[in-house]
């Protein structure tokens, strides 16, 4: 289950000018990010826990890995790209946190709408940046496997994020005080996120066991 049709995919993962923009357009919004974070006391967190604090940059950081996995694929089709268990769980953790955090940003944005409306960067530009977060975790499963494996260490890993976002307060920085209806939501999308992955990926239950 796709929703972006294969020649738009094939157009961005196969022909050099659009995967460059892919993979560079994600290293650049990887280091703005940083930065957003670096303002709002990135340096006052354990540099161990810097990808489970700076939600979002770890997100592009991961769609620059996955999409970089493409370019020695050039000249070829995108679904004959090589997997194997690394890659797998790479796309399937890279899609995770694309689709969760991109979906997490309109949902806590709508939640605090009063704090953010109508600003129109701090709302509409972040909003549609990161519901693009959401189209872009779709190219993966594209030229991506996942596995059983992958599947549950996305969920642990996002579960443990949302335990210290709420149990520890690293939460990414808003501009209200989340409340019980966000770390609930936040926990729900971790849950949907590999949901999503689950039903978007070809799943090779061989690299599991081999």
């Known amino acids: 289950m796709n929703p972006i049709p294969e020649r738009y995919a094939r157009y961005y993962l196969e022909a050099a000018p659009s995967l460059s923009?892919?993979?560079?357009?994600?290293a650049v919004l990887t280091l703005v990010g940083l930065r957003f974070y670096v303002d709002r006391g990135l340096a006052e967190v354990s540099t161990f826990l810097w990808p489970l604090f700076a939600d979002s940059p770890t997100a592009t950081a991961l769609a620059t890995l996955s999409?970089?996995?493409?370019?020695?694929?050039?000249?070829?089709?995108?679904?004959?790209?090589?997997?194997n268990l690394p890659l797998a769980y790479l796309h399937t953790i890279a899609f995770v946190w694309l689709a969760k955090y991109g979906l997490w940003t309109v949902v806590a944005l709508n939640l605090g709408f009063s704090s953010y409306f109508p600003d129109p960067f701090g709302y509409f530009g972040v909003v549609l940046s990161h519901a693009g977060f959401v189209a872009e975790a779709y190219l993966i499963p594209r030229y991506?496997?996942?596995?059983?494996?992958a599947l549950v260490t996305a969920l642990v890993l996002s579960l443990a994020n949302d335990l210290l976002?709420?149990?520890?307060?690293?939460?990414?920085?808003?501009?209200?005080?989340?409340?019980?209806?966000?770390a609930v939501v936040?926990?729900?999308l971790s849950v949907a996120a590999v949901g999503l992955a689950w039903l978007a990926f070809p799943t090779r239950r061989d690299l599991d066991s081999g």
């Open 21 to 26: 923009v892919l993979v560079f357009g994600n």
């Open 144 to 149: 991506g496997t996942t596995t059983r494996g």
């Open 67 to 83: 999409f970089a996995t493409l370019l020695p694929n050039l000249g070829r089709r995108a679904d004959a790209a090589p997997t």
């Open 186 to 188: 936040t926990v729900a």
């Open 165 to 182: 976002d709420y149990g520890v307060g690293l939460h990414p920085p808003l501009r209200y005080e989340p409340g019980l209806a966000l």
